[in-house]
């Protein structure tokens, strides 16, 4: 893949050791492509982790925070791996892709702690876990015209009897071949569109690619690279792992208490931490939308209305869909309510900004229900 990265001019930068593409032309036109058309990305640094077994659900419910042994065939979840803190080791992506073996997706700089946790977890089950990254690519199109880019792509067919494209639903898979050999296709993604997420062998990734790219080119499909999947999954209000989750914010922290199934039996990794709770004090993840054209960005100290430092950016940008100056930040719980009014120090000048409600970009339709 790297060889068509140099071929189309991408910028690239150092992520988790690997070489990714930042940027292909402009890090605006790629982001805008994807809201109004669709874009390509290379994902495949994102780790791939198998985990297969008659007690394979049992398993993912007794070390992760979801209940997944619940889903059904082709259906993905997102869940949390949590430290015996109630921290978050990390967010991921767990398909369930056959009666008794599951796909977990980690992000790739937790590849390896994901991957020797689940491991380290696996003696009393009778299951198998195996990191196959290294032999799976991934590819992402997303954007309104994204269904209508995959469907075309010539060589990319299918499987009997598997959902058509058309009908699968959000956070839902589909099985394909390319090449001979087997695609898993996810309708999920990381931009607040419509899109799929293609999971191919790495021999394979390079041609597909290509047949993508000739398929999406009368639709205004453009290759995307990070620069613009940052401002993406920001407008869409997605949390960032290493900006807005870590091991030291408990998932409600974080606006994600409902991610955590409290409700399922038996323990798993930080549970009685989060039925504990945070500290009283601990801060809360908020949306700040601000007007004018200077965006606050990570680090960034947020202020009140006396100028009292009450919580820190740990991501910003001015939105390119909306025009505005958006951030994520963590706040004291007494800042966090919507509609509250606090400013954003911005390398010495006070911004205005109000508490909003999360997502800040939503897509008018929803494609799939």
Request: aromatic fraction near 6%.
């Amino acid at each position: 893949m790297n060889d068509i990265h140099v071929a189309l001019g991408a910028a690239f930068t150092d992520f988790a050791g690997w070489a990714m593409p930042v940027k292909y032309s402009s890090d605006l036109a790629e982001h805008h492509a994807v809201r109004t058309a669709a874009g390509i990305f290379d994902i495949s640094h994102m780790g791939e982790i198998s985990v297969r077994g008659p007690e394979a659900g049992a398993f993912l419910d007794a070390t992760l925070a979801g209940r997944l042994s619940v889903l059904q065939l082709m259906q993905a979840k997102y869940t949390l791996l949590l430290n015996d803190r109630g921290g978050i080791v990390d967010d991921l992506i767990v398909y369930r892709n056959g009666d008794d073996e599951y796909l977990v997706v980690a992000n790739a700089s937790n590849r390896a702690v994901v991957a020797q946790t689940l491991i380290d977890a696996a003696p009393g089950f009778d299951v198998a876990v195996d990191d196959v990254s290294d032999g799976i690519a991934l590819i992402a199109v997303q954007g309104p015209n994204a269904q209508a880019i995959v469907e075309r792509t010539p060589g990319l067919e299918i499987v009997d009897g598997q959902a058509t494209l058309a009908d699968v639903r959000y956070y839902r898979a589909t099985a394909a071949t390319f090449a001979e050999r087997d695609v898993f296709i996810g309708r999920t993604g990381y931009t607040g569109e419509d899109g799929f997420e293609l999971y191919v062998d790495v021999r394979d990734a390079a041609a597909l690619w290509s047949a993508i790219t000739v398929a999406g080119a009368p639709l205004g499909l453009v290759p995307a690279g990070l620069a613009c999947r940052d401002t993406l999954r920001l407008e869409a209000g997605m949390p960032l792992y290493g900006h807005e989750l870590g091991e030291d914010a408990l998932p409600v922290q974080a606006g994600l208490g409902r991610v955590v199934a409290l409700a399922k039996d038996g323990d798993f990794r930080g549970r009685a931490a989060v039925e504990a709770g945070p500290v009283d004090g601990a801060r809360l993840l908020v949306g700040l939308a601000a007007e004018g054209r200077r965006a606050g960005r990570a680090g960034y100290a947020v202020l009140d209305e006396s100028g009292v430092a009450v919580g820190e950016i740990t991501s910003g940008a001015l939105s390119p869909t909306l025009g505005h100056p958006i951030a994520l930040a963590y706040v004291d719980p007494a800042s966090a309510a919507i509609g509250t009014t606090l400013a954003i120090d911005v390398r010495g000048s006070r911004i205005p900004a109000t508490v909003t409600p999360l997502p800040f970009y939503s897509r008018k339709k929803e494609a799939t229900a």
